[in-house]
C-alpha cells in the first residue's frame, strides 16, 4: 500500500515513515508531486489545518493522503506556541529561533509554570471529500537550554520525565513509540488497513 504524506517537513517525514515501514506502507511525501501547492494552514485548530491540508491535497493527487497539525502548547503561555509552532519566530523562522524565542518568553514565567505538551491531529482524506482525524498527544516539562540533537522543532527543550531525556536526546523507535505523532498513528493504523478506511 502506498500513502502520500502531505508534508515537505522531513523529519516529520522521516517519522512518519519509519513509523509506517514496519506495518508494510510506503510513504511518499509531496516532494513526489509535481508542482505541489504550499497549503495555507488558517485554521483556528490543530484539527482544521490538519483537515484542510488532507482534503486540498487529496482533491489535487487523486489518492489517499494524511496530513497532519502539530506543535507545542504551553499552559503558561496561554497556550502558546500552538498552532503557530513552525512559525513562532516569524514565517521563515529556524527550528533554533523558534526555541530561543520560546525561551525568552518562559523568562515571564514561574518554573514550576512549565509544564507542557505536544499535540498532533492527523487526517486522513479521499479524493471523495471524505475525511477522519486522530489526535495524540504528548505531556512533559521544558528546560532553560537545549540539549540533544536527534530530533526537530522544539524536541531540544522538551524533557520526558519517565526516561529523564528530552526527545531530541531519545533515539527515534523509542521518541516514535511515546511521541504525539506515534500516539495518533496507533488510533489511524487499524482504520487505514481496513478495506475502505473512510467509509460512511
Same mark, same amino acid.
Given at each position: 500500500?502506498?500513502?502520500?504524506? $502531505?508534508?515537505?517537513?522531513?523529519? =516529520?517525514?522521516? *517519522? #512518519?515513515? +519509519? &513509523?509506517?515501514?514496519?506495518?508494510?506502507?510506503?510513504?511518499?511525501?509531496?516532494?513526489?508531486?509535481?508542482?505541489?501547492?504550499?497549503?495555507?494552514?488558517?485554521?483556528?485548530?490543530? $484539527?482544521a489545518n490538519?483537515?484542510? =491540508?488532507?482534503? *486540498? #491535497?487529496? +482533491? &489535487?493527487?487523486?489518492?489517499?493522503?494524511?496530513?497532519?497539525?502539530?506543535?507545542?502548547?504551553?499552559?503558561?503561555?496561554?497556550?502558546?506556541?500552538?498552532?503557530?509552532?513552525?512559525?513562532?519566530?516569524g514565517d521563515?523562522?529556524?527550528?533554533?529561533?523558534?526555541?530561543?524565542?520560546?525561551?525568552?518568553?518562559?523568562?515571564?514565567?514561574?518554573?514550576?509554570?512549565?509544564?507542557?505538551y505536544f499535540?498532533?491531529?492527523?487526517?486522513?482524506?479521499?479524493?471523495?471529500?471524505?475525511?477522519?482525524?486522530?489526535?495524540?498527544?504528548?505531556?512533559?516539562?521544558?528546560?532553560?537550554?537545549?540539549?540533544?540533537?536527534?530530533?526537530?522543532?522544539?524536541?531540544?527543550?522538551?524533557?520526558?520525565?519517565?526516561?529523564?531525556?528530552?526527545?531530541?536526546?531519545?533515539?527515534?523507535?523509542?521518541?516514535?513509540?511515546?511521541?504525539?505523532?506515534?500516539?495518533?498513528?496507533?488510533?489511524?493504523?487499524?482504520?487505514?488497513?481496513?478495506?475502505?478506511?473512510?467509509?460512511?
Amino acid at each position: 500500500m502506498k500513502l502520500l504524506v $502531505a508534508t515537505k517537513n522531513k523529519g =516529520k517525514l522521516r *517519522e #512518519i515513515r +519509519s &513509523l509506517l515501514a514496519i506495518q508494510g506502507i510506503e510513504v511518499v511525501g509531496l516532494e513526489s508531486l509535481e508542482n505541489a501547492p504550499d497549503v495555507i494552514e488558517d485554521g483556528d485548530s490543530f $484539527a482544521a489545518n490538519a483537515r484542510k =491540508k488532507a482534503l *486540498e #491535497i487529496a +482533491s &489535487l493527487a487523486n489518492c489517499l493522503t494524511l496530513a497532519d497539525d502539530s506543535g507545542l502548547v504551553v499552559p503558561g503561555l496561554d497556550g502558546a506556541p500552538g498552532i503557530f509552532s513552525a512559525r513562532y519566530a516569524g514565517d521563515d523562522a529556524t527550528d533554533r529561533q523558534n526555541n530561543l524565542k520560546l525561551l525568552k518568553e518562559l523568562t515571564s514565567v514561574p518554573p514550576d509554570s512549565w509544564q507542557a505538551y505536544f499535540c498532533c491531529v492527523m487526517a486522513l482524506a479521499d479524493p471523495q471529500g471524505r475525511c477522519r482525524t486522530f489526535e495524540g498527544r504528548l505531556h512533559g516539562l521544558l528546560l532553560d537550554e537545549l540539549r540533544g540533537d536527534q530530533g526537530f522543532g522544539y524536541d531540544p527543550l522538551f524533557l520526558v520525565p519517565e526516561y529523564g531525556k528530552t526527545l531530541a536526546e531519545l533515539p527515534l523507535e523509542v521518541k516514535n513509540r511515546i511521541s504525539h505523532r506515534g500516539k495518533a498513528l496507533v488510533q489511524l493504523l487499524p482504520v487505514l488497513k481496513s478495506d475502505d478506511p473512510l467509509h460512511d
